[in-house]
């Protein structure tokens, strides 16, 4: 007789349990995502919630029907899923799923299976927003610095950008100031005004004011620069100017922090571009080498030398803000390297800017050679005893690790240019190879890992 009964015990009804004829509730946790709470519900070292953040988003129809849930968005969006520790791309489709009352978890058909969230939160990404910006965007140009250095350098540096908000207003529309290093973090601050050039003198007016703070500085020299943070709250303000953004950081303390993977993701899809100057050797920090690594994998450029000025002057020109050639190249010993050829489609001026890693510890020579099509062929050489004697010489800049020349492709004319290296270095390094133009691209460069 007790098995006859059994069946009776245990009922469904809609799907959901009945257990000695009570049903058990259905509370699965749901909640739409749009710009207002997405960074308060952050999925981290997830690449697809990083692009999300980028885009155009709204929040989602959820309609939950006793315990099964449908989740939609409108024409024209795309939907995204996420948990605490994980995400899928739905897209276009309608998500279907039903909560599991035993664990009160979501089954969902993500269109590749069942898989099982604890929370579903959900939001819509306006199609073609993922990538929003383009070279050509109008942009911010933030100007960074170190609470570490005299307010002297810093001030000398920003006037030499002062031919950049005159000329170029079209690429940069506003600027943005960020003092770090400092006990109490400090806002980022973005002067809005007419034109660029009210915005650059705005902005020298701040910094005039608040200069560096001494009783600010950190306390010990173990302690890291919080440069990294400082990128992100510039990502995260989700200021409209930050996509396509070139920021221009002076730095003389380093970070302590090797695992860079999470700002790369940020950086590579907001598409800004860092001119990194380092005042060597540093007050405090133990790795000077992750700036290094983080221009090297965002398209990026870094630069040391005994006194800050000196860094600048072999980073990429204000008035150059369009990089046609990005290639990082690992060496060791000497030999000869074939480069990737570089199409132009039109006349234009290139600069050439290379760096080092090791601050010449390795180097010792390189030569770079092209010709293009129609014949024309040239070369430029360095070795490590030019890289040691710091300044302006002829056209060309050099510093501790790096070298700049404005002669490399004057007035080149259209055509396809083959390039190969010749080098000379006592162990392994990393060379960035960078040939930047006032000539618009098309297109992003690709990144490297």
């Known amino acids: 007789m007790k098995l006859l009964l059994l069946p009776a015990l245990f009922l469904t009804v809609n799907g959901c349990l009945r257990i000695f004829g009570k049903t058990a ?47 939609y968005c409108g024409g ?73 250095l005299d307010y002297s350098d ?5 006037s030499r950008f002062i031919y950049g908000p005159v000329f170029y207003w079209e690429k940069y529309v506003i600027v943005a100031t960020s003092r770090f290093d400092t006990k109490t973090k400090e806002e980022i601050m973005f002067f809005e005004n007419n034109t660029l050039g009210d915005s650059y003198r705005a902005a020298s007016d701040y ?41 221009f950081i002076m730095m003389k303390r380093s970070p302590n922090e090797v695992e860079i993977s999470k700002i790369v993701r940020k950086i590579r899809q907001w598409r800004i571009e860092l001119n990194i100057a380092i005042e060597h050797p540093s007050s405090g920090g133990l790795h000077p080498e992750t700036m290094y690594n983080l221009a090297a994998k965002t398209n990026g450029y870094c630069s040391f030398a005994p006194e800050i000025i000196e860094a600048m002057y072999t980073l990429p020109a204000m008035e150059n803000p369009f990089t046609h050639y990005s290639l990082n190249i690992k060496v060791s010993g ?28 390795s180097f010792q020579n390189f030569t770079i050679r092209y010709v293009n099509t129609n014949g024309f062929s040239n070369s430029f050489s360095r ?3 030019q890289h040691l004697r710091s300044g302006a010489m002829d056209g060309y800049e050099s510093n501790l690790n790096s070298f700049r020349t404005v002669r ?42």
């Open 408 to 449: 490399f492709l004057p007035f080149a004319e259209a055509s396809t240019y083959a390039m190969n290296l010749e080098y000379s270095y006592s162990m392994e390094d990393t060379i960035l190879f960078r040939l930047s133009s006032n000539t618009p691209i098309d297109d992003w460069l690709p990144f490297q890992d």
């Open 76 to 148: 024209g969006s795309e939907l995204y899923i996420f948990d605490t520790d994980k995400g899928a791309k739905i897209g276009d489709y309608t998500l279907d799923g039903s909560c599991d009352p035993s664990q009160q978890k979501w089954q969902l058909d993500v269109g590749n299976g069942i898989e099982q969230y604890t929370v579903l939160k959900a939001v819509c990404a306006l199609k073609g927003t993922e990538n929003k910006c383009y070279p050509e965007s109008p942009a911010a140009f933030l100007f960074a610095y170190s609470n570490d």
């Open 25 to 71: 509730t259905c509370a699965c946790k749901t909640l739409k995502i749009d710009r207002s709470n997405m960074h308060e519900n952050e999925v981290k070292d997830n690449a697809l919630y990083d692009m999300v953040l980028a885009t155009t988003m709204k929040a989602p129809e959820i309609l939950i029907d006793d315990c099964a849930v449908h989740v």
């Open 383 to 385: 070795n490590r005893e």
């Open 154 to 158: 810093v001030e000398e540096v920003y």
């Open 207 to 247: 910094m005039n004011k608040t200069r560096m703070d001494p009783s600010q500085r950190f306390d010990s020299s173990e302690t890291g620069s919080d440069v990294l943070d400082m990128l992100e709250r510039f990502i995260d303000s989700d200021h409209y100017s930050v996509c396509a953004s070139r920021a």
């Open 334 to 361: 000497t030999g000869t390297m074939v480069l990737p050829s570089i199409t132009l489609p039109q006349t234009m001026s290139l600069e050439l800017y290379l760096a080092v890693q090791t601050t010449t510890t």
